[in-house]
């Protein structure tokens, strides 16, 4: 069935850093794939999105681009900022309803 | 828009009290979830429903029951509470457009302690 793997947590970085959060999935079709982002306290919201290979997603400065060849999403940011602290879900949708697959989350905390 | 809106945000319980937790959306969609969230453990689908009169199992069903009210409530039944179902539950809402997997919208959460 399908799947969500995503890198354990958490992860720690001071501000200004460049971020990577590695994200790999399996999935027969062509899923969709998304990153959502939780805030401490709150519930999640969708952070960007893919619908097909090679797109990028793009929102507040995160990236992620859809690779079918290396099944990935791995979400990244130039320049990390204390906000930006959060658990972060890589998540992808594809089967014949609207399920949606979530890995386990990354804790990202950035320091000032 | 309110979003998805979701009550109580905070309740304690007793083991074998029962309780309903309320989740209602104002976007029209059609499709509606409930999750937990436990620590490490990500977020684990509990029920759905796909359409007002249509509910599924998801992952961990078990201690549950759920209720599409009608196209814009969706409510999680705890009958008899155990301390394992201490956890934080959100109601999450989608609508799919043609071919396009579209987004979920979540509630802000119900964190529950059994005790």
């Known amino acids: 069935g399908n799947s969500v793997t995503q890198m354990e947590g958490p992860v720690t970085l001071s501000e200004e850093a460049f971020l990577t959060i590695n994200c790999t999935y399996t999935?027969?079709?062509?899923?969709?794939l998304f990153w959502y982002v939780q805030y401490p306290g709150e519930g999640l919201q969708l952070l960007l999105k893919?619908?097909?290979?090679?797109d990028k997603g793009s929102n507040k400065g995160f990236e992620a681009t859809y690779r079918k060849e290396t099944t990935s999403f791995h979400l990244e940011k130039g320049s990390v900022q204390v906000s930006d602290s959060a658990v972060y879900f890589c998540a992808l949708s594809g089967g014949r309803d609207d399920k949606i697959i979530f890995g386990k989350g990354t804790r990202l905390h950035i320091l000032p | 828009n309110a979003g998805v809106t979701q009550t109580p945000k905070f309740q304690v319980l007793k083991t074998g009290q029962s309780m309903t937790l309320q989740c209602a959306q104002d976007m029209n969609h059609n499709s509606m979830y409930w999750y937990r969230q436990d620590p490490g453990m990500g977020l684990r689908l509990i029920y759905y429903s796909a359409s007002e009169g249509t509910t599924d199992k998801g992952e961990v069903p078990n201690g549950y029951n759920v209720s599409r009210l009608n196209k814009r409530e969706f409510s999680l039944r705890l009958e008899s509470a155990a301390p394992s179902q201490t956890s934080v539950y959100f109601c999450?809402?989608?609508?799919?457009?043609?071919?396009?997997?579209?987004?979920?919208?979540f509630g802000p959460g119900t964190r529950l302690t059994v005790l």
């Open positions: 893919a619908t097909k290979a090679d």
């Open positions: 999450a809402s989608s609508e799919r457009q043609g071919k396009s997997y579209n987004e979920q919208f």
């Open positions: 999935a027969t079709g062509y899923p969709s």
